[in-house]
């Protein structure tokens, strides 16, 4: 298997993930611990740009992507959400292995996607261009059940590519500020050692303490997909937020 089918077959879980990161709202809880819950308004809606690069470890090649991601919540319920999301390809960059697979990348652009989370933003069911796709372990921010309190950890299974989940473990860091000094909550996420992928640097998630909607959000992550290794690097900002219009 090349590098590039690789890529491809990755490509969905990867814009998943950084257009569905961490949205959920924080309630109060008992001695400073934060009860982390999805609790956006419907026809809220978010849009973001992100800079995806990946470069091939164990060959000579690299890729950038660039996209807006917009996201919109659809309906609620006493259990879940549904959003539709969807992206728009700025500028993409191949080389090496990589080269030649910039209309793939372009494919992408304008995809729409129809997601439903649980209260703890698990997704439940993804669909893309209408069709079901595998959900079980997209790699959204997935909260704990409890309430968690600054320094406290839990773990998440998350897709890790190819078909394959990781455990990551994320903590809560406490009230921060993010970058340009708006006031943030700090989310941190680290793989678990021994698995197919790592962390190179933290996942970092500077929440907006309003609705945990991601400010920002960066990471380094490596995988090895049977000795093939990809080293992957995002960067997310949030660019603006329309709030709902219902009443």
């Not at 809880?29 to 819950?37: C, K, P, T």
């Given at each position: 298997?090349?590098?590039?089918?690789?890529?491809?077959?990755?490509l969905v879980?990867?814009?998943?993930?950084?257009?569905?990161?961490?949205?959920a709202?924080?309630?109060?809880?008992?001695?400073?611990?934060?009860?982390?819950?999805?609790?956006?308004a419907?026809?809220?809606?978010f849009?973001?740009?992100?800079?995806?690069?990946?470069?091939?470890?164990?060959?000579?090649g690299?890729?950038?992507m660039?996209?807006?991601?917009?996201?919109?919540?659809?309906?609620?319920?006493?259990?879940?959400?549904?959003?539709?999301?969807?992206?728009?390809?700025?500028?993409?960059?191949?080389?090496?292995?990589?080269?030649g697979?910039?209309?793939?990348?372009?494919?992408?652009?304008?995809?729409?996607?129809?997601?439903?989370?649980?209260?703890?933003?698990?997704?439940?069911?993804?669909?893309?261009d209408?069709?079901?796709?595998?959900?079980?372990g997209?790699?959204?921010?997935?909260?704990p059940?409890?309430?968690?309190?600054?320094?406290?950890?839990?773990?998440?299974?998350?897709?890790?590519g190819?078909?394959?989940?990781?455990?990551?473990?994320?903590?809560?860091?406490g009230?921060?500020?993010?970058?340009?000094?708006?006031?943030?909550?700090?989310?941190?996420?680290?793989?678990?050692?021994?698995?197919?992928?790592?962390?190179?640097?933290?996942?970092?998630?500077?929440?907006?303490?309003?609705?945990?909607?991601?400010?920002?959000?960066?990471?380094?992550?490596?995988a090895?997909?049977?000795?093939?290794v990809?080293?992957?690097?995002?960067?997310?900002?949030?660019?603006?937020?329309?709030?709902?219009?219902q009443?």
């Amino acid at each position: 298997m090349t590098h590039s089918s690789l890529t491809v077959r990755s490509l969905v879980p990867a814009l998943v993930m950084v257009c569905a990161m961490g949205l959920a709202a924080p309630a109060a809880a008992q001695d400073g611990a934060v009860l982390l819950r999805v609790r956006p308004a419907v026809g809220q809606e978010f849009v973001w740009t992100a800079v995806m690069k990946t470069e091939a470890v164990s060959a000579v090649g690299e890729f950038q992507m660039d996209m807006s991601l917009t996201q919109q919540v659809l309906a609620r319920t006493e259990k879940d959400l549904t959003w539709s999301m969807k992206t728009a390809i700025t500028q993409v960059a191949a080389k090496g292995v990589f080269a030649g697979i910039e209309s793939v990348l372009r494919s992408m652009d304008g995809k729409e996607m129809t997601k439903v989370v649980d209260l703890t933003g698990q997704t439940t069911r993804l669909t893309l261009d209408g069709q079901d796709v595998p959900a079980s372990g997209t790699p959204d921010v997935t909260f704990p059940e409890k309430a968690v309190a600054p320094g406290e950890s839990w773990i998440a299974s998350v897709d890790a590519g190819a078909g394959r989940k990781a455990n990551i473990r994320y903590t809560f860091k406490g009230r921060s500020t993010a970058s340009g000094g708006a006031a943030s909550l700090l989310i941190e996420g680290v793989y678990e050692p021994n698995q197919s992928v790592k962390s190179i640097e933290p996942t970092i998630f500077h929440l907006d303490p309003a609705d945990c909607t991601p400010i920002s959000a960066s990471g380094v992550m490596e995988a090895n997909f049977d000795g093939k290794v990809l080293r992957s690097r995002f960067n997310v900002m949030r660019t603006s937020v329309k709030p709902s219009s219902q009443k």
